[in-house]
């Protein structure tokens, strides 16, 4: 409920010039393969504007064409691959980005776009088991809080409750989520902004209240309200304790 972040991102990576993505070409000193060479990087420069436009006009079937030329032609190039998987996810094709993404992982394992698109696609689809560890790796690779949460969460959600406070512990103790905020969803289509940390407290909230431990609950959501004193998801489950 809360990918929204990266599915900007994610969006602003799909509309972005692909004129930065050139092929990683190897050296061949044979001058017929170097004539070649040229006229391959010529097809990608076409195909790259061609996207650009595609994109421009929101004509995704011929951005996608060209991706998967621009793929074949470059095999080596993992940077169509990251933008076709960031692609499908931004058209909510869940099964065909995480796919693609899987497969850049298999090539480049700290690829963070591959790790991103892998772990909301597989949320989106369900396979939070397989979904969790790409959530790690994106935390351990790029320090994004956000992706801790997440990987929390998850585990909250498995019921791997030592795991999950393990990871929100982490969360309310680095300095730097004090600075983030989160959204979370309210009536009314509407949202709702709060701390990073307060989430954090009514996430530990909710783990002590799934293991039985009410007291530890209510103090950890008696937390997350004195940091976001208009937290209505840590009302609602102070509230039910």
């Known amino acids: 409920m809360m990918n929204m972040k990266y599915a900007v991102l994610i969006m602003l990576l799909c509309f972005s010039t692909l004129g930065v993505l050139r092929a990683q070409e190897d050296a ?3 001058s017929t393969i170097a004539a070649a060479s040229g006229s391959k990087q010529a097809q990608n420069e076409v195909d790259n504007r061609i996207y650009s436009l595609a994109m421009r ?26 933008t076709l998987a960031s692609l499908y996810f931004e ?7 995480a796919l693609v993404s899987l497969d850049i992982l298999e090539r480049n394992d700290e690829s963070l776009t591959g790790l991103r698109v892998a772990a909301f696609s597989l949320e989106q689809l369900g396979a939070l088991e397989r979904a969790l560890p790409h959530f790690e790796s994106l935390h351990l690779l790029s320090g994004d809080l956000f ?8 585990q909250y959600t498995l019921k791997k409750y030592d795991e999950a406070l393990n990871s929100v512990n982490m969360l309310i103790k680095d300095k730097k989520a004090a600075e983030q905020n989160l959204n979370f969803p309210m009536g009314d289509n509407n949202t709702q902004e709060v701390s990073m940390v307060a989430a954090a407290q009514n996430l530990k909230g909710l783990i002590y209240k799934d293991q039985g431990s009410a007291e530890e609950a209510r103090a950890a959501f008696e937390e997350a309200l004195a940091l976001s004193p208009e937290f209505q998801l840590a009302k609602e489950n102070l509230g039910e304790l």
């Open 91 to 97: 058209m909510e094709q869940y099964g065909s980005a």
């Open 57 to 82: 006009y929101n004509d995704v079937s011929v951005a996608k064409i060209k991706l998967y030329e621009l793929m074949e032609r470059n095999p080596r190039n993992l940077s169509y691959a990251e």
């Open 28 to 30: 061949r000193p044979d």
């Open 147 to 154: 992706s801790l949460y997440k990987t929390g969460y998850l």
